[in-house]
């Protein structure tokens, strides 16, 4: 898997020039500085560049940025826009790709150009809001570049056209595909400083233009997608038990004469395994209870070693639907559990998760405190909302956490990265959330940035 190891961006915010790098077979790096010097805009372009998101990229405000990835590729980013005074940049978007490196060390290059300069801001808002109409923001950055290339001259407004502007507005033919290509095979995951509240667009066209859109508490809706998730490994158990189940005679029969016969100790191995497996997914409401009958003390006969290890390897098979999610409840709990006090972490199949106090009373996750929903939140998130092999973006992880979590998120963070096989950027104004990491930490200064990690 190619993986980012490097990035160096030149005239951020018109004057800093940071650079970072990873160590080899580090999970993390952190970004750590006074406010002013860009932490913040540099996630944001990483995630932009990843994105193929081009006005995100414009909007940056930077000179260049080069980044360099473990199969020896280098993608270079050049804003033109840069150059123009501030009144004019906020209109143009003018940006060069170039790759190099790799296996086929064939340079690509591509150059995107859109100028709204002469008309009113309010026309260069429009073009971007029909360029960002016309695909998902989440869509690949190969369809990105296809619905750019097949809209053309399209994404002019109607109402603002004109016959002797219209040509040239957006010409792609000149940009090698080889970039969003190469850009395709990474997963980009960037999590906000805004993480409590969820606006609830569903409703737009009816809500008046001055009547803002409703919100949800993010807390309620990863409990309710937990219950979504246990419901689906549920129904995926149960068909494939449907499957093994209507063969399980006549692979009994067959096991009965032919192959060769498990040791007891073997037999009896596994079977304590499973029992095992079956407690801690019943601790996450995955099973109502654990081995139905615990295997006899006598000495087994060899027909009876046949048919209980078909049954075992009928059952591994069955629970491994489980095994992804139980990993990810087991975690989630375990750091949860670990640092709220006076309450218990309680799974469940209908509300996902809940908490209980000490008197036994039931706490919605939406009573919590900002604190702990922020811990709730930013844990979820990272544990079942990333794919896994993606790059993670965290912005501010401190915020409204007690030091003492702080202190100790890093290496929560390892625990998620080692699981999911997730790399992190995580930039931070905390000493606490640096903790015991100033060897993979990069100060970001008015200066230009050594890497130190």
């Not at 990993?327 to 998760?353: P, T």
């Not at 706490?363 to 604190?371: R, T």
């Amino acid at each position: 898997m190619t993986r980012l190891v490097s990035f160096r961006v030149v005239n951020l915010l018109g004057q800093f020039n940071h650079e970072a790098k990873f160590n080899p077979g580090a999970e993390f790096i952190i970004l750590h500085g006074p406010n002013g010097v860009g932490k913040t805009r540099m996630l944001e372009l990483l995630e932009a560049v990843f994105r193929f998101d081009l006005f995100a990229i414009s909007d940056s405000y930077f000179e260049s940025i080069t980044l360099r990835f473990s199969g020896g590729e280098s993608l270079v980013i050049t804003n033109h826009a840069s150059r123009h005074p501030s009144e004019k940049r906020r209109r143009i978007l003018d940006v060069t790709f170039s790759l190099s490196g790799g296996e086929n060390f064939r340079k690509s290059r591509g150059r995107v150009q859109l100028s709204g300069e002469e008309y009113p801001l309010a026309f260069w808002r429009d073009i971007q809001n029909e360029i960002g109409q016309t695909f998902e923001a989440d869509a690949s950055p190969s369809a990105k570049l296809q619905a750019l290339e097949h809209a053309g001259q399209a994404y002019m407004p109607a109402r603002l056209r004109r016959p002797d502007s219209v040509h040239g507005l957006l010409d792609l033919s000149s940009f090698d595909r080889a970039i969003v290509e190469f850009l395709d095979n990474f997963q980009i995951h960037m999590v906000q400083t805004q993480r409590l509240l969820i606006l609830d667009a569903s409703n737009d066209q009816r809500r008046r233009p001055t009547e803002r859109p409703p919100q949800r508490m993010k807390v309620s809706e990863c409990a309710n997608d937990l219950s979504r998730r246990l419901a689906a490994a549920l129904t995926e158990n149960s068909r494939r038990s449907q499957e093994l189940d209507k063969s399980f005679p006549r692979r009994v029969m067959d096991d009965m004469t032919m192959g060769q016969v498990p040791s007891e100790e073997k037999i009896r191995e596994e079977y304590a395994e499973q029992s095992e497996l079956r407690n801690r997914l019943a601790s996450i409401a995955l099973l109502d209870e654990s081995m139905d009958v615990p295997l006899q003390s006598e000495e087994l006969l060899p027909w009876q070693r046949k048919v209980l290890w078909t049954y075992l390897q009928d059952s591994q098979n069955k629970l491994a639907t489980f095994q992804d999610l139980l990993h990810r409840v087991e975690l989630f709990r375990s750091i949860i559990s670990s640092r709220f006090l006076f309450k218990r972490l309680v799974i469940s199949r209908e509300s996902g998760f809940r908490f209980t106090n000490d008197f036994g009373q039931v706490i919605a996750p939406s009573q919590l405190s900002s604190g702990e929903q922020h811990e709730i939140v930013l844990l979820y998130d990272l544990l079942f909302g990333v794919r896994s092999g993606s790059l993670v973006l965290i912005d501010e992880p401190e915020i409204s956490l007690h030091v003492a979590w702080q202190q100790k998120f890093m290496a929560d963070i390892q625990r998620i990265a080692k699981l999911s096989n997730l790399r992190f950027i995580v930039a931070t104004h905390s000493p606490q959330i640096v903790n015991e990491w100033w060897a993979q930490t990069i100060g970001l200064n008015a200066s230009t940035s050594e890497a130190r990690a």
